[in-house]
């Protein structure tokens, strides 16, 4: 397996270009920042981006909406209309559980 | 809820919890055997592979029910086994196959964003986020939010969607996700950039643009 954890090989931005992000980059960025800490360039290129670009901000709130709806959504599914164990399925658990 | 209430109550004999291994298996088959099935469907989304993850949750539950001190409700603790039966399982087939859905959601990426000329990597118009709503939250109270939201996650590449959900439902680190599917972080990452831009997309069409 091919890794790609430094940024410059898998053509992230890196020092001064993270001055003058693309909404691409911006975005790749707001989602890395949600699983792990970016550097203070990171955060520094990512304000600056945001402070100028409308559909990046809105992807931002977009994307921790997401997450908040991820988190609560096991909970939600199990009231939701969906499947359930079969009958045979049922008779064989229980069987197996008696063993 | 009801196996909260019990739980707050003094264990007294004939509690549920008393009774002998097959009488309470048979109980928890019937009380919880759907929500674990759901639970499990969700992630293999293969009937077969998620009964057999309940009957190993059920069978792993029932060896460990000694241990179970009824600080958290009954389901809660088989639904925490269930997860740790779950990681096991991704983590095997991660072993059976490679990791190729890399490539799946590329088009979703590069579909996104301009790729030439001077707007190069600007939103592309019609897939640039739209405003959602004054309050977006207030969808999350609502089930028909949820059928499109399930409809959305089922739509993401098997393997995109393994990674994405340890990290977003069972809320796993980087690190522990990366050593159990054999990826490395910068795929990781990369994976779920492009499973939540293709999310995003997906909800936005199907439910924010239509309400």
């Given at each position: ?5 430094n ?14 992000l693309?909404?691409a980059?911006?975005?790749r ?8 800490h ?14 100028l ?6 992807y ?6 997401l997450?908040?709806?991820l ?10 209309p969906?499947g359930?164990?079969?009958?045979e399925?049922?008779?064989r658990i ?5 063993q | ?5 019990r739980n707050?109550?003094p264990?007294?004999?004939g509690?549920?919890?008393?009774d002998p ?7 928890w ?19 077969a ?7 190993e ?8 029910r ?5 600080r ?9 086994i269930?997860?740790?039966k779950?990681i ?15 490539e ?19 939103w ?6 739209q405003?959602w709503?004054a309050d977006?939250?207030?969808?999350l ?8 939201f ?9 393997r995109?969607?393994?990674?994405f ?10 690190g522990?996700?990366c050593?159990s599917?054999?990826?490395s ?10 499973a939540?831009?293709a999310?995003r ?11």
């Amino acid at each position: 397996m091919k890794t790609n954890d430094n940024p410059r090989e898998r053509g992230a931005p890196s020092g001064l270009r993270l001055l003058s992000l693309t909404c691409a980059e911006s975005a790749r960025l707001q989602s890395e920042g949600l699983d792990r800490h970016l550097t203070r360039m990171e955060r520094m290129g990512l304000r600056v981006h945001l402070l100028l670009c409308a559909g990046c901000r809105r992807y931002g709130r977009q994307l921790r909406l997401l997450r908040h709806a991820l988190r609560r959504f096991p909970r939600e599914d199990a009231h939701l209309p969906g499947g359930s164990l079969s009958e045979e399925a049922r008779e064989r658990i229980q069987k197996a559980l008696r063993q | 809820m009801g196996e909260e209430t019990r739980n707050l109550l003094p264990q007294e004999p004939g509690d549920n919890r008393t009774d002998p291994p097959a009488v309470e298996a048979t109980r928890w088959v019937e009380e919880h055997g759907d929500i674990l099935f759901r639970h499990a469907l969700a992630r293999v989304r293969n009937a077969a592979q998620a009964e057999d993850l309940v009957q190993e949750t059920f069978l792993a539950a029932l060896k460990a029910r000694d241990r179970f001190a009824g600080r958290s409700s009954e389901r809660t603790w088989l639904v925490g086994i269930l997860k740790h039966k779950l990681i096991d399982h991704l983590r095997k087939s991660a072993r059976e196959t490679s990791f190729t859905d890399l490539e799946c959601l590329a088009e979703t990426e590069a579909s996104s964003f301009m790729q030439e000329g001077l707007s190069r990597g600007k939103w592309q118009a019609e897939t640039q986020p739209q405003d959602w709503h004054a309050d977006p939250s207030a969808s999350l109270d609502r089930e028909a939010f949820w059928l499109v939201f399930r409809e959305c996650l089922g739509g993401l590449p098997a393997r995109v969607a393994d990674a994405f959900l340890l990290r977003e439902m069972d809320g796993l680190e980087t690190g522990d996700i990366c050593t159990s599917l054999g990826i490395s972080p910068g795929n990781f990452w990369v994976m779920l950039h492009r499973a939540r831009l293709a999310l995003r997309r997906c909800l936005e069409i199907n439910w924010f643009a239509k309400e």
